[in-house]
């Protein structure tokens, strides 16, 4: 057998699908390589968003400081920035969808390198509406489901039962672009449409909300509340791909 050192090198994000160990090595190779690219998530961001602080240490997020807030905190892999930025777009936008592997192999070895001691009872997506039959799967569902399938050896309790634990009935719009005001009106809005199938599923457990983007972080909140209220859950944190960065001022 030849030495470690003689084994190829990742190719690097964002040339996954080319690369060698996408498909046969341990998600945590995938996760460690994208790092390398990815803008990481700073030191001293925020504890409870993930968001950059500003000098004084303060967080713009009206969330952080919100006596009514429902989610424990929101971690992120990466921030939203360059080439993740890109192919995140390309997967939501362009049907590029052969990203949901990579994005489920981030996701996962994401789950490995953080939350090993302290694991989730169950991994949801922020819900998707789809029509009733509709054979389609949510663009977050996919990227769970992506997760679930390179689990190979089943340590994470992921949300893949049809119909999911959470359920969105009814479409919303689209909050992306939207000011910090409206995200906050359609975190709301969203609350109003989600539905929990069977309460026995999510009651006493400890649940983590994954979502591709996030800015404020007010759907998470909104989807956090029904999961508590409805659903009967002791905890709900978030965890996103990819944090939209505000950047302080200089």
């Known amino acids: 057998m030849g030495s470690p050192d003689a084994l190829p090198k990742p190719l690097g994000f964002p040339r996954c699908q080319r690369c060698p160990y996408v498909r046969v090595g341990p ?16 030191p001293r961001a925020c504890p409870i968003c993930s968001q950059m602080l500003a000098s004084d240490g303060s967080c713009a997020n009206w969330l952080c400081d919100d006596p009514g807030r429902r989610i424990q905190r ?66 977050v569902e996919t990227i769970i489901r992506s997760a679930a399938r390179e689990d190979v050896l089943r340590s994470w309790p992921f949300d893949i039962q049809n119909p999911a634990a959470v359920i969105k009935t009814q479409p919303t719009p689209r909050s992306a672009g939207r000011t910090a005001t409206a995200k906050r009106a359609a975190g709301r809005e969203l609350l109003s449409v989600l539905a929990i199938p069977d309460p026995s599923r999510t009651t006493g457990r400890r649940v ?14 909104a989807v956090a509340e029904c999961l508590l209220d409805q659903g009967r859950a002791v905890t709900v944190r978030g965890l996103v791909l990819a944090r939209a960065p505000w950047r302080p001022r200089s």
Not at 208 to 221: I, P, Y
């Open 27 to 42: 998600a945590r190779i995938c996760t460690e390589c994208a790092s390398e690219a990815l803008e990481r998530v700073v």
């Open 74 to 139: 929101i971690d992120a892999i990466a921030y939203l920035s360059g080439e993740l930025r890109v192919r995140i777009h390309r997967y939501k936008y362009e049907g590029r969808t052969g990203w949901s592997l990579i994005f489920g192999r981030l996701l996962l070895g994401w789950l490995e390198a953080n939350l090993v001691d302290t694991p989730p009872d169950l991994i949801i997506a922020n819900p998707t509406h789809l029509a009733p039959g509709s054979a389609e799967t949510g663009h």
């Open 208 to 221: 983590l909300v994954f979502d591709d983007v996030c800015t404020t972080g007010s759907q998470l909140n």
